[in-house]
């Protein structure tokens, strides 16, 4: 007797064998999924109405303000005018030429300075976190504070630099009050101030270098400086770069440590920067154009310099 023979819907359903029916969605998933996006989604919004408000406003009016002038609360366009006026300054060459020196000075000690700090941390086996708790001690400081300490230092008659000084039979200095002294020390106080975050993330990179590429290194002979050079620095190069462009940014916009240290301008105007001058516009010449234009022109320069940076890093990684 012959088997039955397959009805043409199960044969079918044989060869070709229909995908399990979906199943239906849990109740409440749509409600908690629309929850949790719509959460998120209004963090979001926050967070960039926040920046709109207090980073892009700002910016968009700073430039609108940069060719307008207000006379007895009208405003009206003036085009160039407002950079004519900083440009004809005989303080705008000279605040210029002060915050360029300062920045130099600034890489000299508050580039340098940090990064030997983080190696001779790196390389002691002992009291680690108490000296990364001293080295950042500075930067939790309120600046005012640390800015009045250091004013206390170079006090030409009480100060401590002074006593120490006198009691070793070298003369005395006028550190604020000597136009050849005043930016040298202003700087002194700023790196002392900020060198802190910059020590840590320089020993961060340090710690992450592989300790086998140190012993290849004294294998072949090399001393402590060609390791540094051959090794540590060729390994924390994109810090390196990255922490520059920041310190060039940083210092270029200086303006509490000569301002509380010298009254800002200084003895014949020797620590005039940028940023004090745009101060003066706005807050002593009631010329807002004026200060709209040059901070416009320093945000150019910066920008130009973030240029250059990406630039430059953009070509190394190709």
Not at 215 to 220: F, T, Y
Request: glycine share 8%.
């Amino acid at each position: 007797m012959s088997a039955p023979s397959l009805t043409p819907s199960k044969a079918a359903g044989s060869r070709h064998p229909q995908p399990p029916p979906d199943r239906a969605p849990a109740p409440g998933s749509f409600t908690r999924s629309l929850r949790r996006n719509l959460t998120a989604h209004g963090f979001l919004i926050g967070a960039v109405l926040c920046f709109a408000f207090f980073s892009w406003y700002p910016m968009v009016r700073e430039f609108l303000l940069a060719f307008q002038t207000t006379d007895q609360g009208e405003v009206s366009w003036v085009g160039l005018d407002n950079l004519r006026t900083v440009f004809d300054d005989p303080a705008f060459w000279q605040a210029w030429r002060n915050t360029l020196l300062f920045t130099v000075l600034a890489l000299v000690l508050g580039f340098a300075v940090p990064f030997v700090v983080a190696l001779v941390i790196n390389e002691l086996r002992h009291g680690k976190g108490y000296l990364r708790l001293l080295v950042y001690l500075p930067v939790m400081l309120p600046p005012v504070a640390a800015v009045l300490l250091f004013k206390y230092l170079y006090d030409p008659g009480y100060g401590l630099l002074n006593e120490l000084l006198g009691s070793v039979g070298l003369p005395t200095q006028q550190w604020l009050q000597d136009p050849d002294l005043s930016m040298l020390s202003v700087v002194v106080a700023s790196t002392w101030m900020n060198m802190g975050g910059a020590a840590l993330i320089y020993l961060a990179a340090l710690q992450g270098i592989p300790g086998e590429l140190y012993e290849a290194a004294e294998l072949d002979g090399a001393g402590l400086l060609r390791k540094i050079w051959h090794v540590t620095i060729p390994q924390t190069r994109l810090i390196l770069a990255l922490m520059l462009l920041m310190q060039v940014i940083a210092t270029m916009q200086v303006f509490v440590e000569p301002f509380l240290l010298t009254g800002g301008a200084g003895p014949e105007g020797s620590t005039t920067t940028v940023v004090y001058l745009i101060y003066q516009y706005a807050f002593n010449f009631n010329n807002y154009g004026a200060a709209a234009a040059l901070g416009l022109l320093l945000l150019v320069l910066l920008a130009g310099v973030s240029a250059v940076y990406v630039r430059l890093t953009r070509a190394e990684d190709e």
